[in-house]
């Protein structure tokens, strides 16, 4: 018997011929669109993305209409502009303080007396000098008389011959001369004596001391009990100021006072107070102070303070006024570098594709944050002020992404 042969699989039956004619389209139509993308996408990237050379951010500023000054900035003092230092005249005791420190005081007020004893003593004594020697005067001029009327009559006796000698008369005559002299010495001591009570009478009157001026008693220098020595220096007790116009003593380096001349506008601000205070450069003074190895010049304006706001020793922040204009063409100070004032120079400026292109500019004043520009930029152009490989947030100026100039 034969043996069985394996069963043998069927074969697998072919796909309809309209199964695959519809596969093979759409395989077709996948592959064409993979195409049509990768053109699109190449052809985006190549537009967008410069690969040559990548795109740069710029932060920008706008150029703006405003108002610009150039100025020196310096720490001042505020100081009367007229002061007394109110001293004695005469030496003793300090018996009474009639004034205390803020109050204000007119011209000719009592503010202290000083114990007269002193001086009172030195006038009785004087006068009793001047007595003295008034009597003593009297005297010689007696004993002048007298010796006058003995040179006559010897004079008239030797011409006789009445037996006067000529010894005789010659003292006679020595006599009158001595007299004379006598009476010129004390002539003399009494103006001594009533030079003396003169003094002594003026020292009396500088007991009571009195304000030379109006104003404000600023600082009180000596104490009620005091003995006040004048006989070396006037000792001071007190200081008079009249604080209704003050002068502001303003510090300026050696490098900016070259810029700094009498007539220039000045302003300054004080702690604690918003308001400004305007004035004038008064005077320069010639003469440096050294502070910690840095040369200052003292420059001086001055100030009403009709209302009293200002004090003495406030301390003052001042800016002086080198030049100003308003309503000009503005851009930021850092765009203009180191270019001095009224210098030509190059920028970058967006255009209005978006691309930073070099123009050439002039400025006018330069200021501390702001610079004029007068020739080169219009209104509301944008000035590139920084290039950074990516806009950076936060700017203070506004950034914008363009195409770097090729």
Known sequence: MDAAAPPTEPAPSAPPPQAARWRAVLLHRWIWLGVVVLAVGGGAAWYFLDFSQPSVGYATAVVTRGDVESRVVAAGIVQPLKYVDVGAQTSGKLLSLKVSRGDQVKKDQLLAEIDPILTETAIRSSTAALESMTAQRSLKQAQQALAVSVQARSDKAFA??????????????????????????????????????????????YTKITAPMPGEVVSILALEGQTLNANQSAP???????????????????????????????????LGDTRRWTGTVRQVLPTPELINNVVFYDVLFDIPNTEGILKIQMTAQ??????????????????????????????????????????????????????????????????VVRENTAASPGLSVSALTARPVR
């Open 236 to 270: 001071n007790i007190l200081r008079i100021a009249d604080i209704s116009t003050i002068t502001v003593w303003a510090q300026v380096s050696e490098a900016d006072i070259v810029r700094v001349k009498a007539g220039q506008t000045v302003y300054f601000t004080v």
């Open 160 to 205: 006789q011959g009445g037996g006067v000698s000529a010894n005789d008369r010659d003292i006679a005559h020595a006599n009158v001369d001595i007299a004379v002299a006598d009476v010129a010495a004390l002539t003399a001591q009494m103006k001594q004596a009533t030079a003396a009570i003169d003094t002594a009478t003026a020292n009396l009157a």
């Open 318 to 383: 001042v800016f002086i006024v080198l030049a100003q204009a308003k309503a000009v063409l503005l851009m930021p100070s850092g765009v203009a570098g180191n270019t001095a004032d009224g210098g030509a120079m190059k920028i970058r400026v967006i255009n209005a594709a978006g691309a930073a292109e070099s123009r050439s500019i002039k400025i006018g004043i330069k200021g501390e944050i702001m610079t004029e520009v007068t020739e080169g930029l219009q209104e509301g152009e944008r000035v």
